[in-house]
């Protein structure tokens, strides 16, 4: 009972110091994480965007993978409306 | 008079505060409710909005907003003796800070969680950004300025400290790579760096580093400040989780430790006070109480910058309306309690009023120093350890502190340049944006005063802004609360007061720069003078605007009506 007890304090801390040392940069590392995936978002499209990629072949494979971020990728990017015929999402 | 009587006092009326005050706040005028849907729940993102228990956003939200400044205010303030500080400290707390805060949480939280920066856009308009965008601009500027003269005022007066300052950068550095690369339990890196950090105290107080007269043609002062912005220029530009993040991790550990250790040895020691209450025979040169010592004591009775915590962060984090009343107001009331230390360390830590006069010598003089050797001969009695360590512990944690806040200062305003940038239609890149912003900072370091002396100057100014800021954010409160149809007298008082006494202290600090011949900070007085009048024209247009329109319907009408509707 007693260790089943001290378990969960222990637990319960463990979450705090966590929380303690992760919350404050959250943000930062999202905004990073999203901004590696937003070049790769473009690597995967150079080839529609008229960028010559020698990789292509590989990376069309991607193209449903990155769909789904697409629509707020152009946007992020400053266009209202996709940039691309084939895609159309908005 | 015993420092154990000051010191309970002063708890006593802020823990009062707490379970008075801010209930009367949370039930009357914020009407904080528990069925309310926080930010955090409705918006739940994982990233900002994240619900949080009560008590770890507690603890972000004061090791956020606590630092050097509630040590170096009222240490400075002591001056007029310890009377005038102890009530600005104790009254600011529970009537300033603790609503400002509270409310800035409040407000934040029932406007999704927006900044303050972008309530002012909402409230004001477009002008009020730029209002604010100035404001944060002008408090960055300053705390870098301040602070770096501070950390090198302590570097060569408590020459010990010099290992652990730059050893604290290694063992964060380490405690990064332990966490990112190899994983480490948190709670065993939270032990080990620890340890490591006082092992560095020990280490550093058998070790003192004096540099020598001059280095480079650059006095002692000046060289450590020069090394403190280069550094604070590349641990601004390293990704987070390498240097700032651990750094700031150890540091709230840390302030935990300090403050124990420094109560601690406060209530065992049980000093007296030896500076007099009211100093009748203040040194010469010494700017008369009023209005000064409400701008020398920002952090610690009231300051702006917990309204950026609040509302930037903290609200987003908010499980429930009614934890607001902990995480805000008990906020204030941590911080409180630091300035409290430091009023105590300062004034009690002294065998003779002479020689506590001696200390005390002019205005400005003094300070972090006299805390740290104060503080130092009462955690020596308190807890047996001995005078020089104990200084030592108390410089690096004071340097800890003033530190990490440069890192993320420089920061930010690296941000806020590249912002100003790119409205103008220039894009700049981090590198350049960071060196744009020493040389700005260095500038106001050197040029205020050469050797770097008019960072002490600065204080009283940095205070003035951070109370403008406080300004703001409590106008834009008072805004929220009118358009409500609710009492604002608890919000409306301290604003007028705050701002009466920026200004008049911006006026005589005028005629101080002047009889000086001090141009520079002249101009920065006279900038700041216009952002004050600035914002209280704002707040009084947005003020009298909130007042003609017909109160806003409350949570709990609306629902009325709108089952009314239904049925």
């Not at chain 2, 250790?261 to 100093?279: E, Q």
Request: glycine letters at 10%; hydrophobic letters at 55%; aromatic letters at 10%.
């Amino acid at each position: 009972m007693l260790l089943h007890r001290l378990h969960t304090v222990q637990e319960h801390v463990r979450a705090g110091l966590h929380e303690f040392y992760v919350a404050p940069y959250r943000r930062t590392f999202a905004r990073a994480q999203r901004d590696e995936e937003d070049l790769f978002m473009m690597l995967v499209l150079s080839e529609a965007l008229g960028v010559p990629n020698p990789a292509s072949y590989y990376t069309v494979e991607l193209l449903p993978v990155v769909y789904d971020r697409f629509h707020d990728w152009h946007r992020r990017m400053g266009m209202e409306r996709s940039p691309l015929d084939h895609i159309s999402c908005c | 008079m015993n420092s154990v009587v000051l010191a309970l006092t002063g708890v006593a009326m802020m823990i009062l505060g707490y379970f008075l005050y801010s209930r009367f706040l949370g039930r009357r005028i914020y009407k904080l409710q528990e069925s309310f849907v926080t930010p955090a729940h409705e918006l739940s993102d994982g990233v900002d909005y994240v619900p949080t228990n009560k008590f770890v956003l507690w603890g972000h939200h004061f090791t956020s907003v606590a630092g050097a400044a509630p040590i170096v205010g009222p240490a400075i303030a002591v001056i007029w003796g310890w009377l005038p500080a102890f009530l600005w400290v104790t009254i600011g707390t529970v009537f300033f800070a603790g609503a400002h805060d509270l409310g800035a949480l409040w407000a934040s939280a029932r406007h999704k969680g927006k900044s303050i920066g972008s309530l002012s856009g909402e409230y004001i308009g477009p002008r009020g950004r730029n209002l604010f965008l100035v404001i944060i601009f002008l408090v960055l500027l300053m705390v870098n300025a301040a602070f770096a003269v501070v950390i090198s005022g302590l570097l060569t007066s408590t020459p010990t400290a010099v290992i652990p300052t730059w050893g604290a950068i290694v063992v964060a550095l380490l405690i990064g790579q332990a966490i990112y690369r190899y994983k480490w339990n948190l709670a065993v890196v939270s032990v080990v760096g620890v340890v490591a950090l006082y092992a560095l105290i020990l280490i550093g107080d058998q070790v003192p580093v004096v540099l020598p007269e001059t280095i480079l043609g650059l006095s002692a002062t000046s060289f450590w400040i020069v090394v403190l912005f280069l550094y604070a220029g590349v641990a601004s530009v390293l990704p987070v989780w390498m240097l700032l993040q651990p750094r700031d991790y150890i540091n709230g550990l840390q302030l935990f430790i300090a403050l124990g250790i420094l109560y601690g040895a406060i209530l065992i020691s049980a000093p007296t006070l030896v500076a007099p209450a009211f100093n009748e025979a203040v040194p010469e040169g010494t700017p008369s109480l009023i209005p000064l010592l409400f701008v020398t004591i920002a952090c610690g009775a009231i300051s702006g910058f917990h309204g950026i915590v609040s509302s930037g962060t903290s609200s987003k984090q908010l499980n429930k309306e009614t934890d607001a009343r902990f995480v805000g107001y008990f906020g204030a009331v941590g911080e409180g309690l630091l300035a409290l230390g430091a009023i105590i360390a300062t004034t009690a830590g002294f065998r003779t009023v002479a020689e506590w006069e001696q200390v005390y010598s002019a205005f400005g003089q003094g300070g972090v120093g006299a805390f740290v050797e104060g503080g130092g001969a009462i955690v020596n009695s308190g807890l047996g350890i001995p005078a020089g360590l104990s200084a030592t512990i108390l410089a690096t944690m004071a340097v800890l502190f003033a530190a990490t806040t440069m890192d993320t200062g420089i920061r930010l305003q690296r941000f806020v340049v590249q912002e100003a940038a790119s409205i103008m239609g220039v894009n700049i890149n981090k590198l350049l944006a960071t060196v744009i912003v020493l040389a700005i900072a260095m500038g106001l370091t050197f040029g205020a005063g050469a050797d770097g002396a008019g960072g002490m100057l600065i204080w009283p100014l940095f205070g003035t802004t951070n109370q403008l800021l406080a300004g703001l954010t409590l106008s834009m409160i008072a805004v929220i609360l009118l358009r409500k149809g609710r009492p604002v007298t608890p919000v409306l008082v301290p604003l007028l007061f705050l701002l009466t006494m920026s200004v008049y202290a911006l006026i005589v600090q005028m005629g101080q720069f002047y009889a000086a011949e001090n141009w520079l900070l002249l101009v920065l007085d006279v900038i700041i003078l216009v952002a004050a009048v600035w914002v209280i024209f704002e707040s009084a247009i947005a003020m009298s605007q909130a007042k003609k329109n017909p109160p806003e319907l409350e949570d709990d009408e609306r629902e009325r009506a709108s089952t009314r509707t239904r049925s």
